[in-house]
């Protein structure tokens, strides 16, 4: 039969030694945000966790890949093969507008706008608290992803990168309640500042007068001011707005473009002024 | 010289297998009563085995929770930490209750953690209050009811002691 506690501090003491350290580490990390060296260790050590996780999820993945019947695939591949034509066309024309506008920006004397390099990732978890939305994806300081870079989904921006490890690297999502984005009103340029709510499909618009000429349905664009967004990829759309004269602004919500709790694949943005490269594996 | 205790490998594997249930992804209706696995495997092992695990493990459980669930490090830690001290130091109480006993206990300590990581949230960046984050303490009460017995199991098929 072993003694309780024969050995070593007692309960309370070691308690009291456990408190300090909970609230040193919250001490550390909030209020001097020295911790982003250790971050990288922990989230690398983590990593093989959060890889566990979505294992059951890639093989049911692969299971129902491979009980497809050959009517499936071929329809599908039939729908792709429309599309790929479809955007191929898009493509063209883009490239066409693409010269152009260098062109004329040439001759206006401003810098050309360069294309900015892209990388595919995979979201491997999600947090599940409702104050703090993030998503964790499978690329990370070894493919060059850097703190702070831009994410984005087929339909608009996402979120940023919030800190990296050495293959996982976790994205702050636009409805978090401490993230906040600067945006432009794609109808009239009206500058806004959305905050995220905690709810991940609602953004709050910040002072905005109730003289505002923005209107329910407008879509806002990221502006690119604040440096973190490149400009003019969509991020909203305006849900509501309403005109409390009691309140000293009026209370707008908009709604993220890209449904925020059913990404899967994500876009990662180097812009072109970002000392960062993006390091690809050999077979992409 | 001190040898390794035996058990020890099972202990980390049930520890990893709740951390790894903690940030499976789940389809979004479910995912509000996800159980808090991380605590009711480690007040499984403070119950069972309070001369091995107690604060020490809470506190490294709880930093890993925090960065696996990308909180600020020490939130989880300090709930957990609390919670841990609560259930060390009345286990043998807890020992003797019926498992539905026992089951609203684990309700009430998981209720604590919750809050104090709630206000801690609420302190750190003015988090606004959501019903849904306190689902989790009836669902982990409920599979309480199936995770004695199955961790009571483990320790005994394994020896860990």
Same mark, same amino acid.
């Given at each position: 039969m072993k003694t309780l506690f024969a050995r070593g501090p007692s309960l309370l003491s070691r308690l009291v030694l456990a408190l300090a350290c909970s609230f040193l580490l919250i001490f550390i990390d909030h209020?001097?945000?020295?911790m982003q060296p250790v971050r990288v260790f922990l989230n690398s050590l983590v990593a093989p966790v959060q890889y566990l996780a979505i294992l059951p999820e890639q093989m049911l993945d692969n299971f129902s890949e491979s009980v497809k019947t050959t009517e499936q695939l071929s329809a599908e591949n039939k729908a792709l093969k429309q599309r790929i034509l479809k955007l191929q066309g898009q493509q063209q024309q883009l490239q066409f507008l693409q010269n152009e506008n260098r062109r004329l920006r040439e001759l206006l004397g401003s810098d050309a706008r360069e294309s900015a390099r892209r990388m595919v990732a995979e979201v491997i978890a999600v947090a599940s608290e409702p104050f703090s939305q993030q998503l964790v994806i499978n690329k990370g300081t070894l493919s060059g992803v850097y703190e702070g870079q831009p994410v984005l989904d087929s339909s608009g921006i996402i979120g940023q990168v919030q800190d990296v490890g050495g293959n996982t690297a976790r994205v702050l999502l636009i @409805? #978090?309640? @401490?993230h906040a984005i600067s945006l432009r009103s794609e109808r009239n340029d009206i500058r806004v500042l959305a905050q995220g709510t905690? #709810?991940?499909g609602r953004l709050e618009l910040m002072f905005i007068p109730h003289s505002t000429e923005l209107r329910e349905g407008d879509l806002l664009m990221s502006s690119g001011l604040g440096g973190v967004f490149p400009e003019g990829y969509p991020v909203a759309r305006i849900a509501s707005i309403v005109r409390d004269e009691s309140l000293p602004f009026a209370t707008v919500f908009a709604d993220p473009v890209s449904a925020l709790d059913r990404v899967r694949n994500v876009l990662l943005l180097w812009p072109t002024e970002s000392e960062q490269q993006p390091i690809y594996e050999d077979d992409e | 010289m001190k040898v390794v205790k035996p058990g020890i490998v099972t202990l980390l594997v049930t520890y990893v297998i709740a951390l790894t249930l903690m940030v499976m992804p789940m389809p979004a209706t479910f995912d509000v009563f996800r159980p808090d696995w991380v605590t009711l495997v480690m007040l499984y092992w403070i119950i069972a085995l309070p001369h091995r695990v107690s604060m020490g493990t809470a506190l490294i459980l709880g930093v890993l929770s925090d960065v696996l669930l990308g909180s600020i490090v020490g939130v989880h830690a300090l709930g957990m930490v609390i919670v841990a001290y609560l259930a060390a130091r009345n286990f043998q109480r807890l020992r003797n209750f019926a498992l539905i006993q026992q089951a609203v206990v684990i309700a009430v300590l998981i209720l604590l953690k919750r809050f104090i990581v709630f206000e801690a949230n609420v302190f750190l960046h003015d988090a606004e209050f959501t019903l @849904?984050?306190?689902?989790p303490v009836l669902t982990s009460a409920v599979f309480w009811l199936w995770v004695f017995p199955l961790l009571r199991k483990v320790r005994r098929q394994f020896g860990v002691s």
């Open positions: 209020r001097l945000q020295a @409805s #978090d309640q @401490s905690g #709810d991940i | @849904s984050y306190f689902w």
